[in-house]
């Protein structure tokens, strides 16, 4: 189509080819245009330009973001979006919390401003942010060691993160889990930050490669970057124990790299702040100098608001100033300023006792809900089953995702023949799911596993 376009070329038709009877004329049924004695001057282009843009190709539709809108094209009623991540009530519908509502009142009774923020954000928001990773008063953060700049959510502040390593560290690598949140090669490739594997998910086991893991990050050049998910591993569900964690920092020190956790679950694992945010701390403790992305997209539901936080601990209060300079130095003209009504949402929750036990609370509810239907997917699946497959593997992952070890082409069926709406890595989004859908999920995903190869 593109190259019958482009041969094409210019096009342009006098009024004289122009069908006259066609055109709608003024009351006294002549067109001025036409009546003028320099009609020959007067063109109408319809122009068929072969287009600058001729080079650029259709760009696949996102792994992930793409499956929302397949589904939205889905006219069938049983349909059911397992894709992204984003908390849906029993009704399947959206939830927004209800401590975010009170917060958002507050801010209209008090009339805040729309005015520019500063860079690197709003002042509120970046000490509520590390002290909610730390934990207030932990010593990184009383000696001013940790850099913390509001990024566009999670995305948005690894990618700042990235920026800083292709400026400051040239050709360091950054080693990501096999498999990953699918957005991390995509950053790091925009970013032209190179990056390999270390493996982590064993198909074998439906569990963690620990050995593979160890040996990867050992086998690393010296000062790498390792990306690490703080809880609630993405796609897989399986997170390192916590003596595994313990082994996973010795080899990053003893190596002298450079950890970069991605916190995009922080009270989504276990329903607990501070339980999931364990393995930040067990690292700030070491004395490590390290990064870590954060996001309240899930959390706190706050998906669209793009709300999140790039923060470097560094090893001196001097270093974390210097490193601050230079990612308000990179954000500036990448955005220029972050937006405010997502910053001032978490800086209120947080600072207001009473919200903050309320937003507790629904957290624990909302990964209650999941944790429920996580079970009774098991449930149906265990009844319905009779060949003795072992599915207790969905039972032992953690926080929104059940990795279902269901292949492309079975995955495909998923959708094609049951209309679940499904990530082709055989990833499913229990926070999607409904207590009145699982036995039609089980169903569909025996069909799959067994009938599809
Ligand atoms: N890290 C991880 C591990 C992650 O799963 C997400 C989002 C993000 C960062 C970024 O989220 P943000 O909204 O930028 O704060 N994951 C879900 C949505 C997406 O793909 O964008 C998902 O995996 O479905």
């Known amino acids: 189509m593109a190259s019958s376009m482009l041969s094409l070329g210019w096009t342009s038709l006098l009024p004289r080819e ?4 066609k055109l709608k004329l003024g009351p006294s049924g002549s067109n001025p245009f036409l009546r003028t004695k320099s009609l020959s001057r007067v063109t109408m282009s319809v122009s068929v330009k072969p287009s600058r843009f001729e ?3 259709m760009a696949p539709p996102d792994p992930i973001l793409g499956v929302s809108e397949a ?3 889905d006219t069938n009623e049983l349909k059911l979006n397992l894709g992204v991540g984003a908390y849906r009530t029993e009704e399947l519908q959206p939830y927004v919390l209800n401590v975010v509502k009170k917060a958002e009142n507050l801010m209209l009774e008090r009339g805040d401003n729309k ?3 500063p860079i690197e954000g709003l002042a509120a928001f970046n000490k509520a942010t590390a002290e909610l990773l730390f934990g207030a008063g932990h010593p990184v953060i009383k000696e001013q060691k940790v850099a913390t700049i509001q990024g566009l959510s999670g995305t948005g502040s690894l990618r700042l993160a990235a920026a800083l390593i292709e400026r400051y560290f040239p050709g360091a690598k950054v080693l990501i889990s096999a498999p990953t949140w699918g957005n991390h090669k995509n950053i790091f490739n925009d970013a032209k930050v190179p990056w390999s594997e270390y493996r982590y998910y064993d198909p074998k086991t439906i569990g963690l490669d620990f050995e593979g893991m ?3 990050i050992k086998e690393a050049p010296e000062g790498s970057f390792i990306l690490l998910h703080g809880c609630a591993h993405n796609p897989t569900g399986i997170d390192p124990t916590p ?3 313990v082994k996973i ?8 790299h450079i950890p970069f956790f991605d916190v995009a679950y922080q009270g989504f694992a276990s329903g607990s702040l501070d339980e999931d ?3 930040v701390r067990l690292f700030a403790e070491r004395g490590m100098e390290f990064f870590v992305a954060q996001s309240y997209s899930k959390n706190l539901g706050l998906y669209a608001e793009r709300i999140g936080a790039i923060n470097v601990v560094c090893s001196s209060a001097d270093a974390a100033t210097r490193v601050k300079s230079q990612l308000k130095r990179i954000a500036r003209p990448m955005y220029s300023n972050p937006p405010v009504h997502g910053a001032r949402i978490v800086a209120n929750v947080v600072g207001d006792a009473t919200m903050f036990g309320e937003w507790k609370a629904e957290m624990e509810m909302m990964a209650g809900r999941i944790k429920t239907v996580r079970q009774r997917l098991y449930d149906s699946l265990v009844s319905k089953d009779k060949s003795g497959k072992d599915w207790s593997f969905i039972l032992k992952q953690i926080g929104m995702f059940s990795f279902t070890g269901l292949n492309k082409a079975q995955s495909d069926n998923m959708t094609n023949k049951w209309h679940v709406y499904m990530t082709k890595d055989g990833r499913i989004s229990l926070a999607g799911l409904s207590m009145a859908k699982c036995e039609y999920l089980a169903d569909a995903i025996i069909d799959s596993y067994h009938n599809v190869s």
Not at 18 to 21: G, L, Q, R, S, V
Not at 249 to 256: G, M, P, R, S, T
């Open 214 to 216: 160890i040996q990867d």
């Open 243 to 245: 003596e595994q964690w």
């Open 71 to 73: 589904f939205k094209a």
């Open 18 to 21: 122009i069908n006259k009877d």
């Open 115 to 117: 005015e520019y923020l």
């Open 249 to 256: 920092a010795d080899v990053i020190q003893e190596k002298n």
């Open 277 to 279: 945010a364990a393995s």
């Open 55 to 57: 080079g650029i190709t």
